[in-house]
């Protein structure tokens, strides 16, 4: 059902999914994928889990910083002059 989830689009179920492949199974490649994923679409969590992975030497530079970008973007296409008021 989170493969389900995280298909759809749910960042928490790909966050989880991470948290699962990394600790249950040893797959750090697979975690760091679901955590690219999460990040550009703006979760938070997964921000600082692949900040974290980045430290650690998991993730190369180039791709940590593609998905800062991408998750700076996602944060920005959700903030409104609307929802500010």
């Known amino acids: 059902q989170l493969e389900e989830a995280a298909i759809a689009g749910h960042v928490g179920a790909r966050f989880t999914l991470a948290h699962n492949e990394k600790t249950r199974c040893g797959r750090t490649d697979r ?19 692949l900040q974290q992975c980045h430290e650690n030497g998991e993730v190369d530079d180039d791709k940590f910083t593609a998905a800062l970008h991408a998750h700076q973007a996602a944060v920005d296409a959700m903030n409104s002059p609307q929802r500010d008021e």
Do not use: E, P, Q, W
């Not at 975690?31 to 889990?49: E, F, P, Q």
């Open 31 to 49: 975690a760091v994928k679901h955590l690219i994923i999460a990040t550009n679409l703006g979760c938070d969590y997964s921000m600082r889990a």
